[in-house]
Every structure is written in C-alpha cells, then in structure tokens.
C-alpha cells in the first residue's frame, strides 16, 4: 500500500481519519475555552433572589407583611349599617353560602391603627378610607377584573 503518514501524531492538533465521531467532538470539546462571565451575578450566591439584592444594597426596605396580606389579617367585620349601603349600593358578588348577594368590600385596619374598607378580586385590590369611595372604585375599576 506503501508509504502512510503517521497520523497518531497530530492527535493533540486535529482529530484523525480513524478517530471515531465521538472522540473527535470530546476532543474539540477540550480545546474550547470555557466563556468568564464578569458580571454581578456571577459573584452572587446562588440562592439569593432579586428582592434580597436590593434589599441589601438599601434600595428596597425590607417588610415582613405586604400591606395587601396585613389589612386581610387584620379584617374586621362591617357593621349593620355599613352592610347596608354596600347592599344597597348593589357592590356585591354573588357567590354567598346560598349563591346570593354577599358584600364586595370589607373593613380592615393597617399598622397604625387606621380604619381601610377594602374591595379586591383575584386580580386586582383596592383600599380607600371612606365607604363610599371603596363603593366607587368597586364599581368603576375593580368589578371589570372579575
């Protein structure tokens, strides 16, 4: 057959004619330079999240409670009057224990003490200080996001 070049040789170089497919790309493979990422979050640990950078940078105060999450805990319920006018002001869901009209707003106090009636949907909530505005934005913004 006559002279052939030793290819064994340049092994380190390219992969040979009788190197299988499979050795070839682990040998490419090895010549790839793994990329540096330089950036910031390369530097983190990786189990801190968005909210736990800015709250540590200072940019985000840190809260134990969202406002939304603290006026639910702290509910409390309307009185017969208040009931009243919401009924009458027809700011009501129907989806009550007999599939009547149940109230769509709800009176809660925030951290300081101050009195908020409430009106929400799976979307969306609303807090306001007097009744009737909660009353308002029921009907104007927040019965659409039903």
Do not use: C
Request: no cysteine.
């Amino acid at each position: 057959m006559g002279n052939v070049p030793n290819i064994s040789a340049n092994v380190g170089v390219a992969p040979d004619l009788h190197t299988s497919p499979y050795e070839k790309r682990k040998i490419l493979k090895k010549k790839k330079k793994k990329k540096k990422y330089n950036n910031y979050i390369s530097h983190l640990d990786g189990k801190k999240t968005a909210r736990d950078i800015l709250i540590q940078t200072g940019q985000l105060e840190e809260s134990s409670k969202s406002e939304y999450k603290t006026l639910k805990d702290n509910k409390e319920a309307l009185t017969p009057e208040e009931k009243k006018e919401v009924m009458d002001k027809k700011a009501t869901w129907h989806n009550g224990i007999t599939g009547g009209p149940s109230p769509a707003v709800w009176k809660s106090k925030d951290k300081s003490g101050k009195t908020w009636y409430v009106t929400n949907t799976h979307r969306a909530w609303q807090k306001r200080p007097s009744l009737k505005g909660a009353i308002s934005i029921f009907h104007s913004f927040i019965k659409g996001t039903a």
